[in-house]
């Protein structure tokens, strides 16, 4: 697992309600299956930014790109790359 999949899954183990560990969180696994609404989305992505030290352009805050821990991963690394 890479760095940045690890440091997204412990951030994300705060917002998921049906996750209590990282070990829970299976990467290609619906988030809102894991307990994510949109509220928690919101949440999970201000801590995201904190985190990553990056801000999420409006066209990545879709549904897609919260869809599963990988896709969520992907627009974190590219955020990254820019």
């Known amino acids: 697992m ?8 412990v951030c994300m183990v705060e917002h998921l309600k049906l996750v ?4 829970q969180i299976d990467n ?19 801590d995201l930014e904190d985190e990553f030290e990056v801000t999420f352009p409006d ?11 990988n896709t969520l991963n992907s627009a974190i690394e590219e955020l990254l790359d820019l």
């Open 59 to 69: 066209e990545l805050l879709t549904p897609d790109v919260f869809k599963t821990t």
């Open 20 to 23: 209590t560990s990282v070990d």
């Open 28 to 46: 290609d696994k619906e988030l809102t299956t894991l307990g994510l609404d949109s509220m928690a989305a919101t949440n999970l992505m201000l």
């Open 2 to 9: 890479n760095n940045t999949l690890e440091r997204l899954k």
